[in-house]
C-alpha cells in the first residue's frame, strides 16, 4: 500500500485546514488508517484513527473536538479535517495503515504503511 498525504501549508491559530490521504488500493476500506504528527525533537504522537469496514473513529485528547477524521471509500482516500488550529498543532502530518492489530492504535509501530508527510505550520 503506498500512502500519499497532502493539504499542509502555514495557518493563523484559530484558522482551518483539511488534510488528505490517497492510498493505492482499495485495502484502506477495510484496513485501519490513522494520522500521526511529529515535532521537531519530539517523538511521532498519535491523532486520530479511523477503523476498517466502519465509520468508528478515536481521537487523542489534545485534537478532541477540533480534529475530524472521515473516509472516502470510493476514492480510496481518508482526511483529516483540522479546526480551531493552535500553534502546538504545529507538526509533520503522516498518514499510516495497519493490517493487523496488535498493538494499541496509538503506537506508532502497529502501523506497516507510512505516507511521506504533510507539514502544517499554525503561526500565533
Known amino acids: 500500500v503506498q500512502l500519499q498525504a497532502s493539504g499542509g501549508g502555514l495557518v493563523q491559530a484559530g484558522g482551518s485546514l483539511r488534510l488528505s490521504c490517497a492510498a493505492s488500493?482499495?485495502?484502506?476500506?477495510?484496513?485501519?488508517v490513522a494520522w500521526f504528527r511529529q515535532a521537531p525533537g519530539t517523538e511521532r504522537d498519535f491523532v486520530a484513527v479511523i477503523y476498517g469496514g466502519g465509520s468508528t473513529t478515536r481521537y487523542s485528547d489534545s485534537v478532541k473536538g477540533r480534529f475530524t477524521i472521515s473516509r472516502d471509500g470510493a476514492k480510496n482516500m481518508v482526511f483529516l479535517q483540522l479546526n480551531s488550529l493552535k500553534p502546538e498543532d504545529t507538526a509533520v502530518y503522516y498518514c499510516a495503515v495497519r493490517s493487523r492489530r496488535i498493538l494499541s492504535q496509538r503506537d506508532s509501530y502497529d502501523y506497516d504503511y507510512w505516507g511521506q508527510g504533510t507539514q502544517v505550520t499554525v503561526s500565533s
Open positions: 488500493e482499495r485495502a484502506v476500506r477495510t484496513l485501519d
